[in-house]
């Protein structure tokens, strides 16, 4: 009996070694750098434990502008001194007189030190002098912030740290303590190319009370790979961009935004959406939304796509007049603009005559005015999209696609269909939409997807992939449909009583349409309405393709055609800059 007591007692201290011994290889041999369901790496975490680190760049990849320039963050030299200074010997009134201080005060930062400290921005040339000091622990580098300049942020999006989120969508990767991914914009769409591989640091090996390990040698820890991290280089135009933000704080947009388009590539030339993003607390507000890529109640923008219905299918003639004294119900109008053909009901904005041609091409096929709003690159997707490496159907950002109706029995209710012709009821249109739309129309009917990028580069900036220009899917109108309806865009400008001859004395030649939405929204007893006035210019040789918008502002405020005109102003002020500077460097 008590021999089988010994047995029993040793056979379970056995299986207890066992079990240790195999929970001691999992964590010495097979899982160092991924263990538990956490995926903790070990060997980072016992290295972290005796280290005293600065983080220099936390290895993820960044967006720069159209010339190759720093969108998303910042770079800047910093000093950088670790705890041990004070108690080695080393020329401190040096180091005071580099960064013009007093003596006492790196005595006093020094003392209040227990971990390594970054002590402000310093020039180039005083990171020049304090290198030639060759002090350890006192060094000048180039450490990554992100922006300050908060410039198409909706566009490129947020990174957050979610270790969830993050293993869900990379199990297989080993962790380098960074979990941050991209959460919204084109940071979550191009993640896969620029998660983080490996940090850059200056790392100090310290014991248990802070002392120096291995003497006081601070070693750097970076990535080996000289061809990361990757950077997508973007179309934004950062003087653009720049003014864009600057107009939309002026006039005091606080929905809304401006998109501008180069009509020849189909470049996002410069994109800015309200509510700005408050970079602390992004998601307090609705500052991450992008404005310029959701979809909005257009209002009368929309009439461009009766036009080119009515237009190509031939419902209406240059002799046919419209009573644009009247509603699409038949009552009096507020306008008592009288009989008018297509061309002036379409520069004035007459809501009786396209709610009639409305209900033509309905009868004419259910599914006219959805059609010619694909066909002019209005709804559906937008952007660039298509097979990158092993990514299939890759899209450079995500755009709501549109509608105009939701369901069938609406198609079939004239007064439904009416509303419709006038922007209003289901139809719902991204900014984006709208701008493509006009540059469809401006290249003679020609569609072509948008870009927010042109490639992904190695760190070295060598291309990695080029995103290459691509014409649009579909059908689109016709180049005699296009030309026609770019009078009536110019007509809307040139007729004294058009809703865009605010535009006649721009310096750039505009064609365009407005629009005023009614939202269906009241706040404080006063009905909101959507704003907006798009277009294109040069008209004879059509460059730019822009639109602005306004959202949810009272009817009687909230204007919007100076904003567009100072921006169509500054663009031409801009491009006069950079041609004087051409020729100064020419002559």
Not at 194 to 206: G, M, Q, T
Not at 278 to 303: C, W, Y
Not at 338 to 359: D, M, Q
Not at 550 to 559: A, H, I, K, S, T
Request: aromatic share 8%.
């Amino acid at each position: 009996m008590r021999g089988r007591r010994i047995r029993f007692l040793s056979a379970i201290m056995v299986v207890m070694m066992l079990v240790m011994i195999v929970r001691l290889m999992q964590v010495q041999l097979f899982f160092t750098e991924n263990f538990t369901k956490h995926h903790v790496n070990l060997l980072n975490e016992s290295v972290r434990q005796r280290t005293q680190e600065v983080l220099i760049d936390d290895g993820r990849g960044h967006f720069l502008d159209n010339e190759g320039l720093p969108l998303s963050y910042d770079e800047k030299i910093v000093l950088v001194l670790f705890p041990f200074l004070k108690n080695i010997e080393w020329d401190e009134n040096r180091l005071a007189n580099i960064m013009n201080i007093q003596k006492e005060e790196v005595d006093r930062i020094l003392n209040n030190a227990k971990k390594p400290l970054i002590y402000g921005e310093i020039s180039s040339v005083q990171a020049k002098e304090i290198t030639k000091m060759n002090i350890p622990g006192l060094y000048a580098i180039k450490k990554k912030y992100p922006s300050t300049n908060n410039i198409a942020s909706q566009l490129i999006g947020v990174i957050g740290e979610n270790s969830e989120e993050f293993w869900k969508r990379y199990p297989d990767k080993k962790s380098t303590g960074s979990l941050k991914i991209g959460v919204t914009g084109m940071q979550k769409n191009f993640d896969e190319f620029l998660i983080a591989e490996n940090p850059s640091k200056l790392v100090f090996h310290v014991d248990g009370i802070g002392a120096p390990l291995f003497g006081i040698d601070v070693k750097y820890s970076g990535q080996s790979n000289p061809y990361y991290p990757l950077m997508v280089k973007t179309t934004i135009d950062s003087q653009l961009q720049n003014g864009m933000e600057a107009l939309l704080d002026k006039h005091n947009i606080t929905k809304g935004g401006a998109l501008l388009l180069d009509i020849e590539t189909g470049n996002i030339l410069a994109s800015a959406s309200r509510p700005t993003l408050n970079r602390d607390n992004p998601f307090s507000d609705d500052g991450t939304a992008d404005m310029m890529l959701e979809q909005h109640i257009p209002g009368s923008v929309f009439k461009t796509v009766v036009a080119a219905a009515a237009v190509d299918k031939g419902f209406v003639d240059n002799n046919e007049q419209f009573n644009c004294s009247l509603t699409i119900r038949g009552e009096p109008a507020e306008r008592d603009l009288g009989l008018l053909p297509l061309e002036e009901s379409f520069s004035r904005s007459c809501n009786k005559t396209f709610a009639e041609l409305a209900v033509r091409s309905m009868e004419e096929s259910p599914n006219l005015l959805e059609d010619y709003a694909e066909q002019l690159g209005l709804t559906g997707f937008s952007g660039w999209q298509g097979d990158v490496f092993y990514l299939k159907d890759f899209k450079q950002f995500t755009q709501a696609s549109g509608r105009i109706f939701t369901s069938d029995e609406n198609r079939k209710d004239q007064n439904y269909v009416g509303q419709t012709g006038i922007g209003q009821h289901e139809v719902r249109v991204s900014p984006l939409g709208v701008a493509n739309m006009m540059a469809t129309i401006a290249r003679g009917g020609e569609k072509k997807t948008i870009r927010a990028a042109t490639e992904i580069q190695y760190a070295d900036s060598g291309v990695l992939f080029q995103f290459p220009e691509q014409k649009g899917k579909g059908d689109h109108i016709s180049t005699s449909t296009a030309m026609k309806l770019q009078s009536l865009l110019r007509k809307v400008v040139t007729d004294d009583e058009g809703t865009g001859s605010f535009f006649q004395n721009l310096p750039y030649e505009v064609a365009g349409k407005s629009g005023t939405a009614e939202t269906g929204v009241e706040k404080d007893g006063v009905q909101l309405h959507n704003k907006w006035f798009a277009g294109y210019f040069p008209f004879d040789q059509p460059k730019y393709a822009l639109v602005v918008v306004n959202l949810g502002v009272p009817g009687d405020q909230g204007g919007i055609n100076p904003l567009f005109g100072d921006i169509v102003t500054m663009v031409f002020q801009t491009n006069q800059a950079e041609n004087n500077e051409v020729k100064r460097i020419e002559e």
